[in-house]
């Protein structure tokens, strides 16, 4: 399910952490005390977390709702500094360029977008795909404010702020005998017929990298650079894939396609917003990495414990 977070659901979570209490957080806000319990059941709905402890004096964060607090409170404050800042003091808070990658683009930015555009409505957004090494030369040029994408070499002289990191999976058809035992065979592996991404990705440099450490040659039998093309052509039983899990988290709940692991240590990729060093990040941007900050650490989450 996508995820859509509302402001005003943060809002009603910020108070509700510092007050403890409904009513409290009611009158604070001016709403009734049945609005903040739907507000807040929507916010937890949304994420699939719980973010409270009900007792009967007072709400207590878990360890879900500590984890958020901070990211909630960060949202919050760049959009009242931007709200309340000058309008024409900055030009660039009217505009925003990002770069992203392409799996960003499909997964990610609609999410983040949509969650920036109803807070800043008037802002001009203008979202460039391409690449980690296309990001970093665009960054390095000018053409972009920001980048989403996975961390890679490239960015060695960028500002990099983790906001999720992900871990790389073997996908199979239901039926094939690895996913029929949900145990991966060692010895078959060389004679799969793999579904790859493109050979020039930093994903297939990490794939490359992994077997050579394993020992293990494998060949790709179709090179393509685009995920929901390999989970389609692995849903046809047509060979054996290697992406993130959470890619596929749809069609593993529906039992159309089976998620085992690579084996030990499998390759971590750190998905990053990045920046030029020393960039001073105006009221929009510092709102932009809040927001994919919290986008990005639902739906990817935080696997490989990189933080």
């Known amino acids: 399910m996508e995820t859509l977070v509302e402001t005003r659901h943060l809002r009603v979570f910020v108070t509700l952490a510092r007050t403890g209490n409904m009513k409290l957080a009611a009158r604070e806000l001016n709403l009734t ?14 994420l699939g977390k719980v973010l409270f402890e009900r007792t009967t004096r007072r709400m207590l964060l878990t360890d879900e709702g500590t ?33 992203a990658s392409p799996t960003a683009c499909q997964y990610l930015i609609p999410a983040v977008i949509r969650e920036l555009k109803e807070s800043c409505p008037q ?7 391409g690449s980690a090494a296309s990001i970093a030369q665009d960054l390095a040029e000018g053409r972009i404010d920001l980048g989403l994408c996975p961390r890679t070499p490239d960015h060695r002289n960028l500002t990099c702020i983790p906001v999720a990191s ?30 790859l991404t493109e050979s020039r990705s930093h994903t297939k440099r990490l794939i490359d990298d992994y077997w050579s450490r394993e ?4 060949q790709p039998f179709i090179e ?27 069609e593993l709940d529906k039992g159309l396609l089976t998620s085992l692991p690579l084996g030990r240590k499998p390759p971590v990729r750190e998905w990053v917003v990045c920046h030029r060093n020393n960039y ?9 990495v809040g927001i994919s900050r919290l986008i990005a650490g639902n739906r990817i989450g935080w696997s490989g414990v990189i933080k």
């Open 215 to 218: 020992k293990i040659v494998i």
């Open 67 to 99: 984890r958020l607090l901070a990211q909630a409170q960060e949202i919050l404050q760049s959009l009242q500094q931007m709200q309340t800042g000058s309008t024409g003091a900055d030009r660039r808070a009217a505009r925003l360029r990002i770069g």
């Open 280 to 288: 001073p990040c105006n009221f929009g941007e510092t709102l932009f």
């Open 33 to 46: 005390p049945s609005a903040i319990s739907h507000a807040l059941k929507a916010f937890e709905e949304s």
């Open 166 to 195: 992900d871990v790389l999976s073997f996908i199979t058809h239901p039926q094939h005998p690895w996913a029929r035992a949900q145990k991966v065979n060692r010895a078959e592996i060389a004679a799969q017929r793999f579904i």
């Open 224 to 250: 393509i650079g685009n995920e929901e093309v390999i989970k389609e052509l692995v849903r046809l039983d047509m060979g054996v894939g290697i992406i993130p899990a959470w890619l596929a988290a749809e």
């Open 123 to 129: 802002m001009s957004i203008q979202i460039t795909q």
